[in-house]
Antibody, heavy 120, light 107 residues
Framework: QVQLQESGPGLVKPSETLSLTCSVS????????WSWIRQPPGKGLEWIGY???????YYNPSLQSRVTISVDTSKNQFSLRLSSVTAADSAVYYC??????????????WGQGTLVTVSS | AIRMTQSPSSLSASTGDRVTITCRAS??????LAWYQQKPGKAPKLLMY???TLQSGVPSRFSGSGSGTDFTLTISCLQSEDFATYYC?????????FGQGTKVEIK
């Protein structure tokens, strides 16, 4: 069974950089696509971006200037960095696998999520 | 980006009711649509993909239909464990986008 687990600080100061890591077990990160998705309290889901094991990435244009997603295949992990954060970046952050099934690619496994609050 | 619009935003229903949620894409997405169920404090759970294919382990009371721009999720006989928020999501193109969610509450 594929499992994902987010880790990182739960509190980040405004203007600083949010950093999270997703550890993957039960699957090699050298397959499928790996994404970050966030959900502000009481609101809907926003896709942040993905990384492929080769290092290729695609970011949501709404966040592109502040986002970096990287992968460490030796540790079977991928990471998110979001710079210059404000209170609007406070959210539960999920990592997810975008599984490839024939011509369909969708989020089939999710981490439990980690709440990040931006506050001084 | 493709905009996904769900309706209604919330609904009240009783156990045993038939419930239908609609999702509309701002442009055609063929059948590249997934549905997720989310309960409070939990991650979303995949229910369906390719608009109408049930994910393994999901009860058959859930069904989906549609293609192009208009889609529906139907729960044929609502059970207590089905009270949750439901999201549609397109995977036709990046950036991936979700509907705003439909909260199914107990009447």
């Amino acid at each position: 069974q594929v499992q994902l687990q987010e880790s990182g600080p739960g509190l980040v100061k405004p203007s600083e950089t949010l950093s999270l890591t997703c550890s993957v077990s039960g699957d090699s990160i050298s397959s499928n696509y790996w994404s970050w998705i966030r959900q502000p309290p009481g609101k809907g889901l926003e896709w942040i971006g993905y990384i492929y094991y080769s290092g290729s990435t695609y970011y949501n244009p709404s966040l592109q200037s502040r986002v970096t997603i990287s992968v460490d295949t030796s540790k079977n992990q991928f990471s998110l960095r979001l710079s210059s954060v404000t209170a609007a970046d406070s959210a539960v952050y999920y990592c997810a696998r975008e599984g490839i099934y024939y011509d369909s690619i969708f989020f089939d496994f999710w981490g439990q999520g980690t709440l990040v609050t931006v506050s001084s | 980006a493709i905009r996904m619009t769900q309706s209604p935003s919330s609904l009240s229903a009783s156990t045993g009711d038939r419930v239908t949620i609609t999702c509309r894409a701002s442009q055609g997405i063929s059948s590249y649509l997934a549905w997720y169920q989310q309960k409070p404090g939990k991650a979303p759970k995949l229910l369906m993909y390719a608009a109408s294919t049930l994910q393994s382990g999901v009860p058959s009371r859930f069904s989906g239909s549609g293609s192009g721009t208009d889609f529906t999720l139907t729960i044929s006989c609502l059970q207590s464990e089905d009270f949750a928020t439901y999201y549609c999501q397109q995977y036709d193109s990046y950036p991936r986008t979700f509907g705003q969610g439909t909260k199914v509450e107990i009447k």
